[in-house]
């Protein structure tokens, strides 16, 4: 499981199952032990948010909620 507006398996995150432990833990053991992996991933979760979320736009949205 993950938060599916950020978390796209293989591209941005590893996912499991919510109990799923063995997939869990499997996820976890692949990024400990490759290097290239967590770094795809890492990059590919910092890439999707750069491009998906936009402060300027949650500021605007933060103030029309304040001013109103």
Known sequence: AG??????????????ETGDVNTLYENFRRLINDAELLESI???GYNHIRKTLDWDEAVNKFEKIILS
């Not at 938060?3 to 499991?16: E, G, V």
Request: a negative charge.
């Open 42 to 44: 890492s990059l590919g």
């Open 3 to 16: 938060l599916p507006d950020y978390s796209i398996n293989q591209a941005t995150a590893l996912l499991s």
